[in-house]
Each structure stands twice: as structure tokens, then as C-alpha cells.
């Protein structure tokens, strides 16, 4: 994306793009991989963090922000992502695919800069970090980082939306963070697809491992999730939980779960629609919501 844009311009940019070649594209192909990688390159919202004019807030908005206990995860989940997201990149040794998850992971540091500026801009005290250390297994942490944003970001766009609604972020909060509320949709959408791609991609005697670890994956995520929900971290650091998931209840003004489900999915769908049809969408977390929908009166 040009730094010529306009803010304006260049957000729209951000939420909306086709692909340039038309008709059909096969899932797994090189013409896929050229698709889902180029349009997260060329979604890129230049906006630099440093120049970010964060809005003076009201007393009582400002003891609200200030008194969520989720920034000291916050800052270390974005370290930690842009650490794993990094390391797999180095590993790549396809340029196109290189240069994109590169850019993810640099979009990743950007959001921990956004997040440095913001609890420094309000006076929000933060624990000291601790080291993020290049991951040993680079596609192992790629995919824990991936599949996080998969379920995090889902829940976060429905209690982002709620957050506005009710007004627990004020609307001048709101419009400043969206930028990065909508890249975590791009890195998701890019996941989705760099899955398909890659496991087609595999030959078949290597696709047993990759579901083992895929699972393996998974489960590990499900035990940082239970742990978070008791109230203690299984690893002793902040858990691999993306920032605005982590947010409580709080936000949504006496929400239910039912209709936080629903704004969920709708502003999932929402958040996807500018994409070029053709690009898989994230459909493991939105199905199991629909699924836990049907028992939740």
C-alpha cells in the first residue's frame, strides 16, 4: 500500500481487495499462495504508531481503561507473537511467502508499539517483561500464534463492537484502535489460508505429522484458555491469548453470552467482507460458536 494515501484512503484500502486474476483458483496452488500472500502485502496500512494522537479521555472513561487488568498480557502476547511469527519467517525460503509472513510479524511489533504508546499515554503502569526467546520449533510457534488469533480475534471483534455500543470505549478510543482490531482480521484470513495451502502442499507421508501437530496445537491453546478462565497461567508468563479477548465482561454492559455470540459472527462476517470471495475464511471457531449458540438459552 502507497504512504501516499490518505488515512481514509488507505484504511479502505485496507478492508477491501480483489485479486487481479479472475475465475476459479485452486486451494493449494501456486496461484492460492500468490492470492492470500498479496493481499496481505498489499492491505498493509502504513500508520506508524509514534504519530498516533491519542485522545484525551474523561475521568470516569479513563479509570475504566486504566483499570482493566489486561495490559501487562496485552504487551507480552504481541511480543511473543512477533517473536514466533519472525523466527518462521527466517525458515521460509519461498520469497514471496518470506516477505508476507515478515510482514506479519513486523505488524505484530507494530501493535506492541501501539500498545507501549497507549499505557504510556494514560499513565497505566506495567509488570516488567520478560525475554521472548526464538522459539525451537519455528512452525510449531507460527501455528500457536495463528490459531490464537483464530479464536481471540473472533471473540474480540463481537466484545470490541460491544465495547462501542455501550460506550465503555469512548467513540474517539474506538475509531484510534480499529486500525489494529482490523489487521488482526488480515492476519487471520492470511492463517486460514496459508493452512489449506500448506497441508495440500505436503506430500502424504508427511501429512500424519502435520495433523499430530496441528492437534497438539490445539490443545495447548485449549489448556492456556482453561487456565486463563481459573485465573492463573499454566507456564508461569502471560498466556499466548491475543490482546482484546482478554478484555472481561465488563465491557459488554450485561451483554448475554447468546446475543455476544451473535455480534460475534456478525461482526466477523463484517470484518471479512471486503476480501476477495475466493480467499477461505476462518470457519473452525464461528462453527463451534454456532454450535454452543444452540444450547444456550
Not at 500500500?1 to 493449494?28: K, V
Not at 487488568?69 to 496485552?74: E, K, M, N, R, V
Not at 467482507?273 to 480467499?279: F, I, Q, S
Request: proline fraction near 7%; include cysteine; charged fraction near 25%.
Amino acid at each position: 500500500m502507497s504512504d501516499t494515501l490518505t488515512p481514509a484512503e488507505a484504511d479502505h484500502a485496507m478492508r477491501n481487495w480483489t485479486y487481479r486474476s479472475i475465475g476459479q483458483i485452486q486451494i493449494g496452488s501456486a496461484q492460492h499462495k500468490k492470492m492470500f500472500c498479496e493481499m496481505l502485502l498489499t492491505t498493509h496500512n502504513p500508520y506508524k504508531p509514534a504519530v498516533i494522537d491519542w485522545p484525551a479521555l474523561a475521568p470516569d472513561a479513563l479509570r475504566r481503561i486504566t483499570s482493566l487488568p489486561i495490559w501487562d498480557i496485552a504487551v507480552q502476547t504481541e511480543g511473543r507473537a512477533s517473536i514466533h511469527v519472525s523466527t518462521y519467517a527466517a525458515s521460509i525460503k519461498d520469497p514471496l511467502l518470506r516477505e508476507a509472513i515478515t510482514m506479519n510479524g513486523g505488524e505484530e511489533a507494530r501493535h506492541k508499539v501501539v500498545l507501549s504508546r497507549l499505557v504510556e499515554a494514560y499513565g497505566i503502569e506495567l509488570a516488567p517483561e520478560p525475554p521472548y526467546p526464538p522459539p525451537k520449533d519455528a512452525i510449531r510457534a507460527w501455528m500457536m500464534t495463528g490459531y490464537s488469533e483464530c479464536i481471540d480475534s473472533f471473540v474480540a471483534f463481537g466484545l470490541f463492537e460491544a465495547a462501542r455500543q455501550t460506550g465503555y470505549f469512548p467513540e474517539e478510543l474506538v475509531e484510534t484502535f480499529e486500525p489494529v482490531i482490523q489487521e488482526e482480521a488480515r492476519h487471520i484470513l492470511f492463517f486460514a489460508n496459508w493452512v489449506a495451502w500448506y497441508r495440500r502442499s505436503l506430500p502424504w507421508y508427511r501429512l500424519p505429522g502435520f495433523f499430530m501437530k496441528t492437534g497438539r496445537v490445539w490443545i495447548a491453546l485449549i489448556r492456556e484458555r482453561v487456565a486463563l478462565a481459573r485465573g492463573f497461567d499454566i507456564t508461569g508468563a502471560a498466556p499466548d491469548a491475543n490482546f482484546p479477548a482478554n478484555v472481561g465482561e465488563s465491557i459488554g454492559g450485561g451483554i448475554s453470552v447468546r446475543a455476544l455470540i451473535d455480534l460475534c459472527l456478525k461482526e466477523n462476517e463484517r470484518r471479512m467482507a471486503g476480501y476477495d470471495a475466493r480467499l477461505l475464511r476462518p470457519t473452525t471457531v464461528p462453527w463451534l460458536a454456532r454450535i454452543a449458540r444452540r444450547f444456550i438459552k
